[in-house]
């Protein structure tokens, strides 16, 4: 290897790294969403790292870095980490019940009971739900991501957050509160709204 | 526009109308903010050293074997 060389590798090593750094707080938030803990995420994190690092040449430059990095995780998940996952829950509860809050402690309450909502969706629906509701990927990713058809992802997102409305009543005139008293009535009502 | 919004505008998501009229657009707004609030929480929260450390061995480790395999050639 030539002194230019050497000192090109060394900089898309850099620049791989610094990539990887910028997104490890997203990569902790989905693992934390699949797995309900945060001590299982930052296991999942350090494996998803190590592989990445290992399989760094297999990252196209100029696709989604995330979008790449999330598949490593998920499969990592899935393959090694979801039982696992089950009996940190069963042992100690869910992360909802157990972690601490940063930021908004006005909405803490809320929070607690949205986590513990969302530990209850069914894994296939609860990570496609975080995916494209918070994580900014597109459907398109969610679906390379998942290895499934859009169509499938969008289904599962539309069910998921059914099944949260149903899971956290909202609907319910006491939950909404009285400024949102016609969204339950909307919701009553149903598609003649739409 | 959220991808949740663009998913119930798209004209290509006729599989599941029956589920697309379910929610209240309130209540799905609702929702993502709180998938948001959940998530964001996380994000922003302190990233543990051990995450930088392991990147920087591992970078180190590429260095150092990148810069023995370089002195062997010269």
């Known amino acids: 290897m030539s002194a ?14 610094d990539g990887l750094i910028r997104e490890i707080p997203n990569l902790r938030a989905f693992a934390a969403s699949l797995s309900g803990s945060m001590q ?14 290992g399989n760094s040449e297999k990252f196209e430059p100029g696709t989604s870095l995330r979008a790449w990095l999330f598949t490593i995780l998920r499969n990592t998940y899935y393959s090694l980490y979801r039982k696992r996952g089950r009996e940190v829950q069963d042992s100690e509860g869910t992360y909802a019940e157990r972690m601490a809050t940063h930021g908004n ?8 009971d949205f986590r513990k909502a969302l530990a209850k969706l069914p894994e296939e629906q609860r990570e496609v739900l975080i ?19 859009i169509g499938t992802i969008k289904s599962r997102v539309n069910r998921a957050r059914t ?21 339950a009535a909307m919701q009553r009502i149903g598609s003649e709204t739409v | 526009m959220t991808n949740m919004d663009a998913a119930m ?25 709180s998938l948001k609030a959940h998530y964001d929480d996380i ?22 074997a990148a810069g ?5 050639r010269n």
């Open chain 1, 163 to 183: 099944k949260l409305a149903e899971l956290l009543s909202i609907g319910s005139v006491d939950d909404l509160g009285p400024d949102r008293t016609s969204a």
């Open chain 1, 40 to 53: 299982l995420a930052d296991d999942l994190v350090q494996d998803t790292l190590l592989k990445a690092w």
């Open chain 1, 4 to 17: 230019t060389d050497l000192k090109a590798a060394e900089f898309k090593a850099t620049e791989f790294k």
């Open chain 1, 131 to 149: 995916m494209v509701g918070a994580t900014g990927l597109s459907y398109e990713e969610a679906a390379e991501i998942c290895g499934v058809a």
């Open chain 2, 9 to 33: 505008s798209d004209p290509g998501a006729s599989d599941n109308d029956d589920l697309d009229m379910v929610l209240d657009p309130k209540v799905q707004e609702s929702i993502g903010r």
């Open chain 1, 105 to 112: 402690q006005e909405s803490h309450l809320d929070l607690a």
């Open chain 2, 68 to 72: 023995a395999s370089s002195d062997e």
């Open chain 2, 43 to 64: 994000v922003s929260a302190p990233v543990p050293d051990k995450f930088l450390v392991l990147l920087a061995q591992l970078e180190a480790t590429e260095q150092r």
